[in-house]
């Protein structure tokens, strides 16, 4: 659904992106994370159309954006990291109007309403825009994005201003709308959010993608300290020293029965498990259960911040 390939854009002195890569596949629910600064918003604007990478290859749909800008954004829904609307129009009126910019037809009343309210704004519709609140500025932003049922959504920062609770709402719908079948690029810089929603994610910092693909793959890019969870049939008193000296683990925590066994990444899991194993057993404990816990994406987040640093 969109490719890009060694795409550089620079403001002045300062490089705003520097040779990103990307792909992302149809049906992803595909997460741009990174901290302030990293290059996001660009690239997301060079994806739309809006601006012009100084070198590189884009693709949208299989159209170039520029190009067929038009015809690209026809195809795909849109919120902007500060958008902006008329303030004279009300809620409903706007969305009129871009339904009939998208050429819905009769059906468009109907399709409004249901989007109003999946946005949560059906109180608010009737309201001026200059009315609205940060938080229904965002959910107008969303509803005119999901309107025309597009293939593509481009989210940028789409859940900035919106209460928790709300957020949590989006968050689901988004969800729900990856298992239809849209596919979504959604930036970022909310672990959380990444961490609930993610098929896949993208790490960028410095304008440059560290690492991308599933959370296997980032994983495997980011190799770092994996996790082996233990849980003892009861507390074994200083555990932590029996692991001194043995190869491949880094450190231990331990709360009461429960142990957290740091492991090289660069090391076979398998082989260093069955190491543990063998410690616990030769001390006369008892493992309820043993398995290989998952790095959270803050750890991933923060390895690749690392790495670029």
Excluded: C, W
């Excluded at 604007?45 to 067929?68: A, F, T």
């Excluded at 399709?111 to 001026?128: F, M, Q, Y």
């Excluded at 025309?148 to 949590?168: Q, S, T």
């Excluded at 998952?294 to 987040?301: H, K, V």
Aim: charged share 30%; no cysteine.
């Amino acid at each position: 659904m969109i490719r890009a390939k060694d795409v550089f854009k620079r403001y002045g002195n300062i490089a705003a992106l520097n040779g990103v890569d990307l792909e992302v596949p149809r049906g992803s629910l595909y997460s741009l994370l990174g901290p302030n600064g990293a290059g996001k918003s660009t690239l997301i604007r060079i994806l739309v159309g809006l601006i012009k990478q100084d070198r590189g290859y884009i693709e949208i749909l299989g159209l170039d954006p520029h190009s067929r800008h038009s015809e690209v954004m026809s195809r795909v829904g849109y919120v902007p990291e500060l958008p902006s609307f008329p303030d004279f129009m009300s809620g409903e009126e706007y969305l009129r109007l871009t339904a009939d910019l998208y050429g819905l037809g009769r059906d468009s009343r109907t399709r409004i309403s249901e989007v109003l309210s999946l946005v949560g704004l059906e109180r608010a519709s009737g309201r001026k825009i200059g009315t609205y609140s940060k938080g229904m500025i965002q959910r107008l932003a969303i509803a005119q994005a999901i309107l025309p049922d597009p293939e593509l959504l481009i989210l940028d920062e789409p859940l900035m201003g919106i209460d928790p609770e709300a957020r949590i709402q989006f968050k689901d719908l988004f969800v729900g709308l990856a298992k239809k079948g849209k596919t979504m690029l959604y930036s970022s810089h909310v672990l959380e959010e990444v961490e609930r929603i993610s098929t896949h994610i993208a790490i960028i910092n410095k304008g440059r993608i560290v690492a991308s693909g599933t959370r296997e793959d980032v994983e495997a890019i980011l190799k770092g300290d994996k996790e082996v969870e233990i849980t003892l049939y009861e507390e074994i008193p200083g555990v932590s020293r029996l692991f001194e000296g043995v190869e491949g683990v880094k450190r231990v925590e331990a709360i009461g029965n429960r142990i957290k066994v740091y492991i090289s990444g660069d090391g076979d899991d398998k082989i260093i498990r069955k190491r543990i194993y063998e410690v616990i057993r030769e001390s006369g404990g008892y493992i309820i259960e043993m398995r290989l816990g998952r790095a959270s994406i803050e750890d991933l987040f923060l390895r690749a911040i690392e790495k670029t640093s």
